[in-house]
């Protein structure tokens, strides 16, 4: 199912949330923001790679209505000049969702999963967990899409320099490949651990 306004009342079902047309104008926003203009990868395709994998491990989520609400939002604010739009997007899906009438321990929960979007370590959380090897599935695709993916996340950063992106691009690849494991979940492991410890290779050395 494409991410939609039809997708979104799944989500809001998904969370004990009943659609409104204030919801519905917010999920129109939502969708308006990954189809801007500058994005090329973090898009209303991304979006619907997200929400369909977690439709397909939905039965794993401990909250799966809080699960998808946060893929909703985790890339809303996309600006690749600004370091804190992992932290306006979970500030913004905490303060919707409060507004919806979700209680405040769920809505921080939300908030937390999207904050664990920055990738700054190894999620302990389960729902997190299985959030991220969502997100980072793209590492582990086949060799095209990859490649694919590489020069669409180069467009979105095309007023870096190239040595300067290569650097920064490099560096955190390597931070990836340093780790016990990309993926947290045994599934993501099993799929895509081999295949993106390959990509995340070849990326580097080129």
Same mark, same amino acid.
């Given at each position: 199912m494409a991410a939609d306004l039809i997708r979104w009342n799944e989500t809001l079902r998904l969370l004990g949330v009943a659609p409104t047309p204030a919801l519905a104008a917010l999920g129109e926003d939502l969708l308006a923001r990954y189809r801007e203009p500058h994005r $090329?990868? $973090?898009t209303v395709v991304h979006l619907d =790679?997200?929400?369909a994998q977690a439709q397909q491990v939905r039965?794993?989520?401990q909250q799966a209505g809080e699960v998808e609400f946060a893929l909703w939002? $985790? =890339?809303a604010i996309y600006d690749t000049r600004k370091s804190d739009n992992e932290q306006r997007c979970a500030d913004w899906a905490r303060? &919707? *969702?409060v507004a919806a009438g979700v209680n405040a321990a769920a809505a921080d929960r939300i908030h937390a999963l999207i904050l664990s979007t920055r990738h700054a370590a190894l999620p302990l959380d389960p729902d997190a967990a299985l959030l991220i090897d969502i997100d980072l599935s793209i590492l582990g695709a086949e060799a095209a899409r990859? =490649? *694919?993916y590489e020069t669409e996340?180069? &467009?979105e950063y095309h007023w870096v320099p190239m040595f300067l992106f290569n650097l920064k691009r490099k560096q955190l690849l390597r931070e990836f490949l340093a780790r016990p494991h990309i993926y947290s979940s045994s599934e993501y492991q099993r799929r895509l651990e081999a295949r993106a410890r390959a990509n995340l290779a070849r990326s580097i050395a080129r």
């Amino acid at each position: 199912m494409a991410a939609d306004l039809i997708r979104w009342n799944e989500t809001l079902r998904l969370l004990g949330v009943a659609p409104t047309p204030a919801l519905a104008a917010l999920g129109e926003d939502l969708l308006a923001r990954y189809r801007e203009p500058h994005r $090329h990868y $973090h898009t209303v395709v991304h979006l619907d =790679d997200c929400l369909a994998q977690a439709q397909q491990v939905r039965t794993q989520f401990q909250q799966a209505g809080e699960v998808e609400f946060a893929l909703w939002f $985790h =890339d809303a604010i996309y600006d690749t000049r600004k370091s804190d739009n992992e932290q306006r997007c979970a500030d913004w899906a905490r303060q &919707s *969702a409060v507004a919806a009438g979700v209680n405040a321990a769920a809505a921080d929960r939300i908030h937390a999963l999207i904050l664990s979007t920055r990738h700054a370590a190894l999620p302990l959380d389960p729902d997190a967990a299985l959030l991220i090897d969502i997100d980072l599935s793209i590492l582990g695709a086949e060799a095209a899409r990859f =490649d *694919a993916y590489e020069t669409e996340v180069r &467009s979105e950063y095309h007023w870096v320099p190239m040595f300067l992106f290569n650097l920064k691009r490099k560096q955190l690849l390597r931070e990836f490949l340093a780790r016990p494991h990309i993926y947290s979940s045994s599934e993501y492991q099993r799929r895509l651990e081999a295949r993106a410890r390959a990509n995340l290779a070849r990326s580097i050395a080129r």
